[in-house]
């Protein structure tokens, strides 16, 4: 049992102040940056562990991007 857990990409990220990429998942749609600017806390960003982004698009769409 999770005490955190959710049922939606857009529940997970509603409120948070970044996003930690430790899986890939085929069925995530990792690059709905409309959904994370809406969602997410101003200055939002990324840590990205398994190269699902680009630093460029990241940076395009107002987030910070910090890979491993």
Known sequence: ???YKVDS???AVD???GIIVLAK???TDYKNFKLFKEKM???PFIVDTRNVYT???VEANGMRYETL
């Open 55 to 57: 630093k460029d698009e």
């Open 9 to 11: 990409l857009e529940e």
């Open 1 to 3: 049992h999770y005490d």
């Open 15 to 17: 409120g948070a102040h």
């Open 41 to 43: 806390h101003t200055e």
């Open 25 to 27: 998942q085929d069925d």
